[in-house]
């Protein structure tokens, strides 16, 4: 109808954005990390040609995996109070996110310690912005024993 | 921002001379990326920023996400639904 295409609103704002959980620990990169460490090291001791080539194939998907896990720490949790009062998150965030291409393309054991030191300096972080208490679900006294 | 606002509103917005009051809802762009705009509502004015929260905090990503947002990102107050027909009114 004519009368709705002349009214009809040309921009869109959205009053709804997205379902954040909250929940944000830069352990699940570490993990993905781990991964990629313990993946070049089993290859480097395989003499198994197709196991070698899962190996890379499986790394390679770890170290993307870890590269999202830092991107969200990056873009959804740390807030522009976080990175006034610890400046080097940006340069942390944005040198483990280049990290992890490293990884991916590497069977260089030191290129994934690297990666892990870069995702522990992001923690500290983290523990002192107080992600722990701010981000996580706390777990029962006897899980934590 | 329901049940002020539903998805598929057709809203008028004014661009506003004056800083933004508390309870107004305003159209800013978003801190985090400027290209999207959103609609929420003022819950607290200070140092060249605001605070904007949805009005369902259990469902609504606003400055608990992403904290204060400055008075430069505020756009425009939203002024007054002209549809759907049902629900025009003004929005203050």
């Not at chain 1, 004519?2 to 997205?18: E, M």
Request: net charge positive; hydrophobic share 40%; with cysteine.
């Amino acid at each position: 109808m004519f009368l709705t295409r002349v009214l009809k609103p040309t921009v869109t704002a959205s009053a709804h954005c997205d379902l954040p959980c909250g929940v944000y620990d830069p352990e699940q990169a570490r993990i993905e990390a781990e991964s990629c460490y313990k993946i070049i090291e089993k290859y480097n001791a395989s003499n198994d040609e197709q196991f070698k080539t899962r190996a890379i194939v499986i790394k390679e998907e770890r170290a993307e995996l870890a590269k999202h896990h830092i991107d969200v720490l990056w873009s959804d949790y740390f807030k522009p109070e976080h990175v006034q009062k610890n400046p080097e998150i940006t340069e942390l965030c944005w040198k483990a996110a280049k990290q992890c291409s490293k990884v991916k393309g590497s069977l260089d054991l030191a290129e994934a310690k690297t990666l892990l030191d870069m995702i522990d300096k992001i923690a500290d972080v983290w523990t002192k912005a107080g992600g722990p208490q701010a981000t996580r679900v706390a777990k029962a006294a006897a899980a934590r024993a | 921002m329901e049940p002020a606002l539903r998805a598929g509103d057709w809203i008028v917005v004014s661009s506003i001379s004056r800083p933004p009051r508390v309870g107004e809802i305003v159209l800013a762009r978003d801190p985090r990326d400027p290209q999207n705009l959103m609609l929420k509502r003022v819950a607290a004015v200070a140092d060249g920023a605001c605070t904007l929260l949805g009005d369902r905090p259990e469902e609504s990503t606003d400055s608990r996400t992403f904290g204060p947002v400055p008075l430069a990102n505020v756009v425009a107050r939203a002024l007054f639904r002209y549809g759907p027909i049902g629900r025009i009114g003004w929005l203050w």
